[in-house]
């Protein structure tokens, strides 16, 4: 088939199969996160940590070329710098029990729609055009997107914590650490 004669509905259906319920869970943990909600305080650190690793393996395993460094490199300063300039919607809240009180939030479900449109075309140019795997522009805009998208969710869940949370919690000793609340 040529590039030319594929159509939207070639790439979907040539798509593999893992790729659907990766995109029902981003869909799924992005509709939660856009609702109040109570969790530990760790539990804050897991979305932002999945979309790194994402980041950091697409840099390792697609954009492994000076330019797909410098994308990385350009994607991480700019999605600090967006995640500082968009404040968070409200401030976490600590709560007595330890728990951590969070507003819900559109831009995370965004986000995670943003990381997986990127991914998706970009796995699918390669699919239908092999050469653009040595495209230096292509490499760049490859890690430039997901590092983005990554420093943009880390830098706003980590604004969102209340102030002081690290030292709170590291200055508690372990029987308060690890004693249910009465």
């Given at each position: 088939m040529e590039p030319n004669s594929i159509g939207v509905l070639d790439i979907v259906v040539h798509?593999?199969?893992?790729?659907?319920p990766l995109l029902a869970y981003s869909l799924v943990a992005g509709w939660r996160m856009t609702r109040d909600r109570t969790v530990a305080p760790w539990r804050v650190s897991i979305m932002p940590a999945i979309v790194t690793a994402f980041a950091v393996a697409n840099l390792?395993?697609?954009?492994?070329?000076?330019?797909?460094?410098?994308?990385?490199?350009?994607g991480t300063a700019l999605g600090g710098m967006a995640g500082y300039a968009i404040p968070p919607r409200r401030q976490?809240?600590?709560?007595?029990?330890?728990?951590l009180a969070l507003a819900?939030?559109?831009?995370?479900l965004l986000l995670l729609i943003g990381i997986f449109a990127a991914r998706y075309a970009q796995g699918a140019a390669l699919?239908?055009?092999?050469?653009?795997?040595?495209?230096?522009?292509?490499?760049?805009?490859?890690?430039?997107?997901?590092?983005?998208?990554?420093?943009?969710?880390?830098?706003?869940?980590?604004?969102?914590?209340?102030?002081?949370?690290?030292?709170?919690?590291?200055?508690?000793?372990?029987?308060?650490?690890?004693?249910?609340?009465?």
């Open positions: 798509t593999p199969l893992w790729v659907w390792v395993t697609v954009a492994n070329s000076l330019a797909g460094m410098a994308g990385f490199a350009v976490a809240r600590m709560l007595d029990d330890g728990r819900g939030d559109w831009l995370p699919a239908i055009e092999p050469g653009f795997g040595d495209n230096g522009l292509f490499a760049f805009a490859g890690a430039a997107a997901p590092a983005f998208f990554a420093m943009l969710m880390v830098v706003r869940a980590m604004r969102a914590l209340p102030a002081g949370i690290f030292r709170r919690r590291a200055g508690r000793s372990n029987a308060e650490k690890y004693t249910a609340p009465s």
